[in-house]
């Protein structure tokens, strides 16, 4: 009975602690962010679709306000897994969460969105300025769709 006792305290134990101990590297890793610009925390909707085998992401031309808290609400009708890439913005400091049928890419690079998938990603956008955004399909990965993120400071 002791045994099966201090196994339970050691389980009960290791959950609350594992969150800690895995978030303890995890915030390490990059920098603290400064203070958002803005307190407004816009929520936008990206669609994904693959039309003759390749990926179409909408809108095309993605306008965010720049060092920003930001929702992006993905709902993908692809019938294959879709990677959403831009340089810089899904790095591991940038993302603030994340949930639903999105898997971070290894190289935090981008996110991976499930086939017919959807979630949710809460990120800090990055400075203003303009950078590609991509949307890559596993079966043609040769064909990736390029649109364009657009970062505008916040209005005050």
């Given at each position: 009975?002791?045994?099966?006792?201090?196994?339970?305290a050691?389980?009960?134990?290791?959950?609350v602690?594992?969150?800690?101990l895995?978030?303890?590297?995890?915030?390490?890793?990059?920098?603290p962010?400064?203070?958002?610009?803005?307190?407004?925390?816009?929520?936008?909707?990206?669609?994904?679709?693959?039309?003759?085998?390749?990926?179409?992401c909408?809108?095309?031309?993605?306008?965010?306000?720049?060092?920003?808290?930001?929702?992006?609400?993905?709902?993908?009708?692809a019938d294959?897994?879709?990677?959403?890439?831009?340089a810089?913005?899904?790095?591991?400091?940038?993302?603030?969460?994340?949930?639903?049928?999105?898997?971070?890419v290894?190289?935090?690079?981008?996110?991976?969105?499930?086939q017919?998938?959807?979630?949710?990603?809460k990120?800090?956008?990055?400075?203003?300025?303009e950078?590609?955004?991509?949307?890559?399909?596993?079966r043609?990965?040769?064909?990736p769709?390029?649109?364009?993120?657009?970062?505008?400071?916040?209005?005050?």
């Amino acid at each position: 009975m002791r045994t099966t006792s201090l196994t339970l305290a050691s389980l009960a134990l290791a959950l609350v602690a594992g969150p800690v101990l895995l978030a303890g590297p995890g915030l390490a890793q990059g920098k603290p962010l400064p203070p958002p610009a803005s307190g407004a925390t816009p929520v936008v909707e990206l669609t994904i679709a693959l039309k003759d085998g390749k990926p179409v992401c909408d809108p095309a031309e993605l306008r965010l306000p720049a060092d920003t808290n930001v929702t992006i609400n993905v709902v993908s009708s692809a019938d294959a897994p879709v990677t959403l890439t831009a340089a810089g913005q899904f790095e591991n400091g940038r993302v603030l969460h994340a949930d639903g049928d999105l898997v971070h890419v290894a190289s935090e690079k981008g996110y991976t969105v499930k086939q017919n998938g959807r979630g949710t990603l809460k990120l800090r956008t990055m400075p203003a300025g303009e950078t590609p955004y991509g949307c890559t399909s596993t079966r043609n990965a040769s064909a990736p769709f390029v649109g364009k993120l657009v970062l505008t400071p916040p209005a005050q």
